[in-house]
Structures are given as structure tokens and as C-alpha cells.
């Protein structure tokens, strides 16, 4: 047994041998090339708390760049805090498995290997804190002609700081000049669509009057019309009848006259039909402004409900004069189903307001509600603990969104373009 131990000393030597042999010639198989071509930027060197809204942080190679490397196969970006221990793993991509995010990235990353052009690995955070600082580390990986394997390494650094009084005081102030602005803007926009409403509404104002003019005076003339044809049928058969009577007398100028009767009859039906058409064009144009202003429910009990596609302000003398341009009030809710179907109809048309007015008051007579049209008292459809009164200001219907769109009491004036009305519209 001694004798077969000692001759196995020189076997476990060799495979001692053999190892270190191994290490040895992988140590120089595998060898750093200077970083100098793999670069690491950021789009800031520094943090400042509360202030900066993103950290970008990218590492790029471009390929041929470095000749010893002919096959990027990976890179792969670290981060070790200030003051920390060690680098922890944040990003990585690979010419085989794609982009690799570390749990807890908490960012958005993207990269690609690119053996043709250049490769990237990027990592960007919105709002960064001070646990983004510190310094980060870009490790690229590769193999070189000759199939042995390079590494190459490059970082960067980031700082972290608190931001001082007049920093903070500066951005105060630059954004209240935004808000001032933006303000001001507003107001001119505001000014500028009342008066672009106001005209329309007069336009339309006009256009209704002009259209109800004409057809009061085309219906007149249709009346004329067919008095005239009438008397002219009784002429024409009494004619007939005058000149069959005396046929043997006067053929030629019977029939000349009737000839004559028989083309002013056509005329004057001519002139009947061209008097139709144009009170069909009157009604399409006035229908055509209608609209151009608000959405159109389907038929309800043979009423129609119209909401205002825009507005700007709101009181109750401009939504009811409005609504009755175009025949018809501000809305007046009479039953659970009426108020159903405005709810669904508003539900889609409407949900940019946070308000839609109606037509019922208690302004001047507080707590007997009427409807300002029919004069009658206001059906009890309201939203369980309203009407309230808030602020001792609420004097006017509406649909509040809040309630998903269930009757409640508001003011009746606003200055918003959060607020639309809705018209009630007979047919």
C-alpha cells in the first residue's frame, strides 16, 4: 500500500500542473484593451433635488473603432451609489438575449449589438433622487481575430445636490410668468369666442327671421297661387263648357283660349313648385346652423334634445333665447324615463362639462321650484339630498356630472367653458 501511494504522487503533480497551465494561458487569451473607445455619457453631471426631470445615462461602441475586436457580444452597465460598496447591476444587452433590466431598475432601457455600426445599452429615470448618484460603470465584452476573448471598461461619474433658496425662487417665478401667460391667453380666447358665439347667434337670429319672413311671404304667395288657379279652373271649365256650346260658331278661337288658360295654369303650378323648393332650402339651411352649434338626441315622445357642442358662459335669458331661436326652451324634466334618456344622452355627449343647465328656478321664490317656460312646479327627479342650496347661490337646474349627470341644483351663472345647456325641442 506505501509503495502505491508513492506512485501516485507524481500523477496528482501533473494534474496540479495541468491546471495552472490551463489558467496561465487563458490569463493571456483574455486581456484589457483601453476604454477609449467605448464611451459612457449622461445628459447631466449633476442632480439637483426636486429640479432635474431626467437622467440619461448611455454607454456606445462603435465597431471597427477598436481592431482587436472583431464581435461585440455584450455590454452591460453597473451603478455603485456614493459612499456605496460594490456595483450592482442595472441594464445589460447581449447579441443573443436581448435587453436585461435589473428588477429594480425602476426606468426605462433600450440597447441593441450591432457588429455592423454601433451598439448602445441606455438606461433614462424621470425625476431621479439622490440614489441615482454615484458612478457608473459601462463593461463591454467580445471576442478578437483570433477567437480569444477582450473586455473593455469605461465609467463616469454623477453628483447629487439640494437646490438653493434662489434656485428654487427663480423657478417660482418662472412659473408664475407661465401662469400669467397662459392666463392671459386664456382671457384673450375666452373674449374671442364670446364675441364669435355672439355673432353667430345674431347671425342665426337673423337668418331665423329673414327664413320666417320668406316663408310668411312664399306661403302668402302659395295661397295667392292657388286662389288664382283655382278661379282659373273655374273659368277654364266654364269656358269649355261656353265654347262646346258654341262650337259650330267659334272652333278656332275656342281653342286658342283654351290653349291660353291651359299655359298660364301650367305657369302658375310652375310657380308653386319653385316657391316649395325654396322653402325646403330655408329649412335645410336653418337646420344646417342648428347643427353646427349642438348634438342631436333620437326622438323622445316626439321631442328632440339638443347640447351645446361648446360654450364659454351661461345664464338663463341667453340658453332660453338661444333655445327658442330654434323652437324650442330649456330643458323641462317631467318623468323618471325623460330623465333617463337625458342622463344616457348627455352621459355621451357631454362629459367635458362638468355642468349642463335646464330650465327649472326657484330665483326669486325660494324653495318653489318652477319651469321657466311652462310655468308649471318642477317634477321631484332630484339627486337624494338636493336641492341644497349651497353657498345659499343654487337658484337654477342642471345635470351635474359629479352625480353622474343626476338632477341637481346650481347657480345660474357661470363663466365657463366647462358648462353647456341642453334645449328641448318639439317636433
Given amino acids: 500500500m506505501k509503495l502505491s501511494g508513492e506512485n501516485s504522487r507524481p500523477s496528482k503533480l501533473y494534474d496540479h500542473l495541468s491546471k495552472i497551465a490551463v489558467f496561465i494561458y487563458l490569463a493571456v487569451l483574455s486581456f484589457n484593451i483601453s476604454g477609449a473607445d467605448l464611451v459612457i455619457t449622461t445628459n447631466t453631471r449633476e442632480?439637483?433635488?426636486?429640479?432635474?426631470?431626467?437622467?440619461?445615462?448611455?454607454?456606445?461602441?462603435?465597431?471597427?473603432?477598436?481592431?482587436?475586436?472583431?464581435?461585440?457580444?455584450?455590454?452591460?452597465l453597473t451603478h455603485q451609489r456614493t459612499n456605496g460598496h460594490g456595483y450592482q447591476h442595472k441594464v445589460s444587452v447581449s447579441s443573443s438575449g436581448g435587453i436585461l433590466n435589473s428588477n429594480f431598475l425602476q426606468g426605462t432601457s433600450s440597447g441593441i449589438?450591432?457588429?455592423?455600426?454601433?451598439?448602445?445599452?441606455?438606461?433614462?429615470?424621470?425625476?431621479?433622487?439622490?440614489?441615482?448618484a454615484g458612478v457608473y460603470k459601462c463593461d463591454a465584452h467580445g471576442i478578437d481575430t483570433l477567437g480569444r476573448p477582450v473586455a473593455l471598461s469605461a465609467n463616469t461619474s454623477v453628483d447629487a445636490s439640494?437646490?438653493?433658496?434662489?434656485?428654487?425662487?427663480?423657478e417660482i417665478r418662472l412659473i408664475k410668468d407661465v401662469l400669467e401667460?397662459?392666463?392671459?391667453?386664456?382671457?384673450?380666447?375666452?373674449?374671442?369666442?364670446?364675441?364669435?358665439?355672439?355673432?353667430?347667434?345674431?347671425?342665426?337670429?337673423q337668418l331665423q327671421t329673414q327664413t320666417s319672413n320668406a316663408t310668411n311671404q312664399l306661403q302668402f304667395d302659395l295661397n295667392s297661387l292657388k286662389n288664382s288657379v283655382s278661379l282659373l279652373q273655374t273659368k277654364v271649365f266654364a269656358s269649355i263648357n261656353q265654347l262646346q256650346s258654341n262650337t259650330s260658331n267659334s272652333s278656332n278661337q275656342t281653342r286658342t283660349e283654351i290653349n291660353s288658360l291651359n299655359s298660364s295654369v301650367a305657369q302658375l303650378l310652375s310657380r308653386i313648385s319653385s316657391i316649395q323648393r325654396q322653402q325646403d332650402k330655408d329649412k335645410s339651411n336653418l337646420e344646417n346652423a342648428r347643427s353646427a352649434l349642438f348634438y342631436s338626441s333620437s326622438n323622445f315622445n316626439g321631442k328632440r334634445y339638443w347640447l351645446t357642442r361648446s360654450a364659454s358662459f351661461f345664464n338663463p335669458s341667453y340658453?332660453?333665447?338661444?333655445?327658442?331661436?330654434?323652437?324650442?326652451?330649456?330643458?323641462?324634466?317631467?318623468?323618471?324615463?325623460?330623465?333617463?334618456?337625458?342622463?344616457?344622452?348627455?352621459?355621451?355627449?357631454?362629459?367635458?362639462?362638468?355642468?349642463?343647465?335646464?330650465?327649472?328656478?326657484?330665483?326669486?321664490?325660494?324653495?318653489?321650484?318652477?319651469?321657466?317656460?311652462?310655468?308649471?312646479?318642477?317634477?321631484?327627479?332630484?339627486?337624494?339630498r338636493q336641492p341644497d342650496n349651497t353657498a345659499g347661490?343654487?337658484?337654477?337646474?342642471?345635470?351635474?356630472?359629479?352625480?353622474?349627470?343626476?338632477?341637481?341644483?346650481?347657480?345660474?351663472?357661470?363663466t365657463s367653458n366647462a358648462v353647456g345647456f341642453l334645449c328641448e325641442i318639439p317636433e
Fill in 319 to 384: 340658453g332660453q333665447s338661444t333655445c327658442a331661436t330654434f323652437g324650442g326652451y330649456l330643458t323641462e324634466l317631467d318623468s323618471q324615463s325623460e330623465l333617463n334618456f337625458v342622463q344616457n344622452f348627455v352621459n355621451a355627449n357631454g362629459s367635458a362639462y362638468f355642468a349642463v343647465m335646464m330650465g327649472a328656478t326657484d330665483e326669486g321664490h325660494e324653495g318653489r321650484w318652477i319651469n321657466r317656460y311652462s310655468q308649471t312646479p318642477v317634477a321631484h327627479l332630484w339627486y337624494p
Fill in 393 to 414: 347661490a343654487e337658484n337654477c337646474s342642471c345635470l351635474w356630472k359629479v352625480f353622474g349627470f343626476a338632477m341637481n341644483d346650481c347657480p345660474c351663472y357661470y
Fill in 47 to 76: 442632480i439637483v433635488l426636486g429640479f432635474t426631470k431626467e437622467l440619461t445615462v448611455k454607454c456606445s461602441f462603435r465597431q471597427g473603432s477598436v481592431r482587436a475586436v472583431s464581435n461585440l457580444i455584450s455590454l452591460v
Fill in 181 to 205: 401667460d397662459l392666463q392671459l391667453k386664456i382671457n384673450d380666447s375666452e373674449s374671442i369666442f364670446n364675441g364669435q358665439i355672439k355673432s353667430i347667434l345674431s347671425n342665426l337670429s
Fill in 113 to 132: 449589438i450591432n457588429n455592423r455600426g454601433i451598439s448602445y445599452v441606455k438606461v433614462i429615470w424621470k425625476n431621479p433622487r439622490d440614489n441615482r
Fill in 162 to 170: 439640494t437646490p438653493y433658496i434662489d434656485m428654487v425662487a427663480l
